[in-house]
């Protein structure tokens, strides 16, 4: 009987001792790679409706403050407006370059003491060389030179893609059209 305890109080140690030793043998996980595993720029325009700018037009204010109107961005850093866009995307900075897709979203500007916005759009491909969309969401400091927003999935071509998007402001032509450079690292790719 005392062979039979000894036996399996000998089995628990060898099992205890195993475990102990699996846990700290083994390898530690692998840090993800810091390296997108794909990148690309774009740039897209956006051309304010102010009234008398119809045809050209490619976002439009859809809504505002008490104190403002739907085709002049509001004072007070335009807090308060909500603008929708269909904007067109190229790979160079030239707005009569070929068109590659459309950006199409929203952003709302929604501080009244520092001037940003918040966006949220989508990029939609439909083209020889890209099919798909990928959708972007985030703060938008406009002061800042730069500034990051989250990409945060697609379709297509772009299926499941995450990653960050660095926007940079162009061109500015006061409150009726401005450029953005979209520089697109994508962490996570299909």
């Known amino acids: 009987m005392q062979s039979k305890q000894q036996l399996s109080t000998f089995f628990l140690f ?9 846990c700290f043998s083994s390898p530690r996980k ?3 790679s810091r390296k997108p595993c794909k990148e690309m ?6 051309i304010i409706y102010n009234g008398h700018n119809e045809k050209n037009a490619t976002s439009v204010i ?3 403050p008490a104190w ?6 509001a004072n007070k850093n335009h807090f308060g407006n909500v603008v929708v866009f269909d904007d067109p995307i190229t790979l160079d900075n030239n707005l009569h370059s070929q068109v590659v897709g459309r950006a199409q979203g929203f952003y709302i500007y929604d501080k009244q003491d520092i001037f940003t916005a918040w966006l949220g759009f989508t990029f939609v491909f439909n083209s020889s060389e890209h099919v798909g ?3 972007f969401a985030g703060a ?10 989250s990409v945060i999935g697609g379709t297509g071509d772009f299926f499941m893609s995450r990653g960050v998007a660095t926007l940079m402001t162009d061109a500015f032509e006061g409150e009726v059209y401005f450029r953005l450079r979209v520089d697109i690292k994508f962490y996570e790719c299909w």
């Open 133 to 135: 969309t990928i959708n």
């Open 140 to 149: 938008d400091p406009l002061m800042n030179k730069t500034r990051d927003i």
């Open 14 to 22: 060898i099992i205890f001792s195993l475990l102990i030793l699996g």
């Open 68 to 73: 403002g109107n739907h085709t002049i961005l």
């Open 62 to 64: 859809v809504g505002a």
């Open 30 to 32: 692998t840090i993800r």
């Open 41 to 46: 720029v774009l740039y897209f325009h956006d």
